[in-house]
């Protein structure tokens, strides 16, 4: 740091006189606090308030200028977890006449990115919340570099994943409680405040039961271009060699366990009946027990991942394409409600396989009623709700985080039975073969069709033809591609429905239910490989 503030010393003066003459400067994107990010010159912090500030002077501006409506609820989200009322931002007002009455500003000189880190002790929330869309904000703005300087203003210490952010850039990432070191004032040179929210796809369940989200925006290919450039920050090559397809590797299986709570209680006898049914090598990995760039590596080169429901299955986005991810649920706990790592195994162009299993014989598992309420204890409950919890043989929907009946169930141990889980994993370790070969999915969409036109002619009375026709779409003669069809709506003027047609050439007569003297709307548009849609192109109105 003393290097940081004598670096901030050269500019002094003339950062000191700026901030003076110019005060804050704002310019945000975004029409709501949840899809709103900042950018700053000279916004400051004061360590003492714990409040930003913004200073007016002459020449500030403050877009948007919501005046009092910043406080409705907030001028933006600091965390990616949607509108979290713990999770705002916003800052006071000075004019900037008074910083001559304030202490002097200690400058930040590098480009800040200011944001909250969720829930930086666990794992799941430490890639979802935090580094893939702080990564993704980066890509965003392009002076948020590999020198920009992240500030974590959740109040946190460091948590157990620090060495994950500190990949994100080469400078050190502060922390709320380090603020104060600065000084009692401190003010960012420039900075963006805000985090983007485009890379998450799960909901915890704070207003809702939690789920997917309801519009994911995006796919595999941005989560797998995160996790090589992390594995790249981390010096790993893939067990087996990074671009070698599945099928060419000394393939394994990882059971990723945990050994302080919700284990799986037969852990060996398990992974010697996987290694044998599928005849590969099985390891286990922990958090408890190696690095996480080691356990990185394991993950990265192998073709099944079995771990029971938590945060460390989060890892599977290390898994290589046409990997298989198999989640166990304990007791009473429905895999269908709890779909965070199915989404992610889901998601277009991730190419992971998914597989739930769920304990369904209450003797195989372990409940720890005696155990703190956060580690899913109801000891502490009314004699009725402990009764009425032990009965039930599944946890209603419910909110985050508090549900003892959740917790109480997703706590438990369990031994797998072996031959139903080796049952519900056959089928898709079978159907792998034409996964294997699944090169990343091409995903180029066709252009507009071009010069679409109709021509139109009466037979008889009750007897017309529609012959419509249209030239390929433009980018096509650059492309191999396997199939292209096209896709033809027509639809009678007036009339609120439409007949699809799928068609392989570039023109067709249609005569069937085609009437004289009627008009026809007419859109077309191009396929590719049956399920890549291009857009339509303008509408044709064709009068027979
Ligand atoms: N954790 C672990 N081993 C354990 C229990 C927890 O590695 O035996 C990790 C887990 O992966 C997560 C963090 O500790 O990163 C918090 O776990 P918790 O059970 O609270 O959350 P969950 O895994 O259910 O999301």
């Known amino acids: 740091q003393s290097q940081e503030l004598s670096q901030a010393r050269i500019d002094y003066h003339t950062a000191l006189l700026a901030l003076q003459e110019y005060g804050t400067r704002m310019v945000c994107t975004g029409k709501m606090h949840t899809d709103r990010i900042c950018r700053f010159d000279y916004l400051c912090y004061c360590t003492e308030a714990e409040e930003f500030v913004f200073f007016h002077s002459n020449s500030s501006f403050m877009l948007p200028n919501l005046g009092p409506r910043r406080f409705q609820p907030a001028l933006l989200d600091l965390s990616s977890v949607?509108?979290?009322?713990?999770?705002?931002?916003?800052?006071?007002?000075?004019?900037?006449?008074?910083?001559?009455?304030?202490?002097?500003?200690?400058?930040?000189?590098?480009?800040?990115l200011i944001l909250n880190r969720f829930n930086p002790d666990n794992l799941m929330h430490v890639f979802h919340d935090d580094l893939l869309p702080i990564f993704y904000t980066m890509q965003q703005y392009s002076d948020l570099d590999d020198e920009a300087r992240l500030v974590f203003m959740e109040g946190w210490s460091e948590g157990a994943h620090f060495d994950l952010y500190r990949l994100l850039s080469s400078k050190q990432p502060l922390l709320k409680e380090q603020l104060r070191n600065f000084g009692k004032l401190m003010c960012f040179t420039k900075s963006y405040v805000g985090l983007s929210k485009m890379t998450t796809w799960y909901q915890y369940g704070f207003v809702q039961p939690q789920g997917p989200k309801a519009n994911i925006l995006v796919s595999g290919n941005e989560i797998r271009q995160f996790s090589s450039s992390l594995m790249e920050k981390l010096n790993i090559t893939t067990l087996g060699g990074e671009e070698s397809p599945v099928e060419e590797k000394d393939e394994y299986i990882v059971v990723f366990s945990r050994s302080i709570n919700r284990l799986i209680l037969n852990e060996a006898e398990l992974i010697l009946a996987l290694a044998q049914e599928f005849q590969m090598r099985a390891v286990t990995v922990s958090l408890e027990e190696q690095t996480f760039p080691s356990i990185v590596k394991v993950i990265s080169g192998a073709s099944i991942l079995v771990s029971m429901h938590g945060a460390q299955l989060v890892s599977s986005l290390f898994l290589s394409r046409g990997a298989i991810v198999v989640e166990l649920f304990p007791y009473a706990v429905n895999p269908e409600q709890y779909t965070p790592y199915k989404t992610l195994a889901s998601l277009p162009g991730m190419d992971l396989q998914y597989v739930a299993w769920r304990n369904m014989v209450e003797e195989n598992s372990v409940a720890y009623p005696e155990r703190p309420w956060e580690q899913g204890g109801i000891a502490h409950l009314d004699k009725e709700e402990q009764d009425h919890i032990l009965a039930s043989k599944e946890v209603p929907r419910h909110l985050c985080c508090r549900n003892p009946e959740w917790l109480y169930r997703i706590y438990q141990d369990t031994i797998v039975d072996i031959p139903s889980l080796l049952e519900a994993l056959r089928a898709t370790v079978k159907t792998k073969p034409n996964l294997k070969k699944a090169k990343p999915a091409s995903t180029v969409h066709p252009g507009q069709v071009r010069e679409p036109q109709c021509q139109t002619s009466v037979q008889a009375t009750n007897e017309a033809k529609l012959t419509v026709s249209w030239q390929i779409p433009w980018n096509l003669k650059y492309l191999k591609v396997r199939e292209v069809k096209y896709e033809v709506w027509i639809q009678e003027q007036g009339e609120n429905t439409y007949m699809p047609y799928i068609l392989p050439h570039q023109n067709y007569t249609f005569s069937e239910n085609i009437k004289p003297f009627t008009t026809y709307l007419v859109w077309v548009r191009c396929i590719f490989n049956k399920n890549l849609l291009g857009p339509f192109a303008d509408v044709l109105t064709c009068r027979t």
Do not use: G, I, R, S
């Open 82 to 112: 949607e509108d979290h009322n713990t999770q705002y931002f916003n800052f006071l007002e000075l004019p900037a006449a008074a910083l001559k009455f304030m202490p002097k500003p200690v400058f930040v000189p590098d480009v800040a």
